[in-house]
């Protein structure tokens, strides 16, 4: 069963292109990272460096959730895990607590479990974004 950190849920879309999202679980320690390229165009003739705005891009996602290998969501037969052993790319939505989300298109790789017997196991994900992100609001 997927548990929440806080309302900040890590959601996979079911089958790509579907448009339905499952929760894989809650999303803790999260890192959301927007970034501007900028090209430098200082000339010789220039004093000080000059950058001007290139591409936007979104950064590697990284987050911890509460591992259950017995959950789908999780596991190397159909969750994130699956993901990453495929290679396969599937959109992903990080949902805060108010429902606000930003989606991407996501391939996934890293998935390092951790633990120690008799504790409840994490994962430490990495999302690689390819392309813009999506944003909206899941509130009812």
């Not at 069963?1 to 900040?8: I, L, P």
């Not at 936007?56 to 789908?72: H, K, L, M, R, V």
């Amino acid at each position: 069963m997927a548990q929440e950190s806080r309302g900040t849920v890590l959601k996979r879309e079911a089958v790509l292109n579907s448009g339905t999202f499952v929760a894989v679980g809650g999303f803790r320690n999260f890192n959301l990272p927007f970034n501007l390229e900028t090209n430098d165009i200082t000339d010789l003739a220039d004093t000080w460096r000059k950058n001007k705005p290139s591409l936007n891009q979104i950064g590697d996602i990284t987050g911890e959730i509460f591992f259950d290998p017995s959950d789908a969501q999780h596991n190397e037969s159909a969750g994130v895990l699956k993901n990453l052993l495929q290679s396969e790319q599937r959109n992903f939505r990080i949902v805060a607590a108010t429902g606000w989300y930003v989606q991407c298109l996501c391939s996934v790789p890293s998935f390092v479990i951790t633990g120690s017997t008799g504790e409840q196991y994490t994962a430490n994900i990495t999302l690689r974004p390819s392309g813009a992100p999506t944003f909206g609001d899941e509130t009812p």
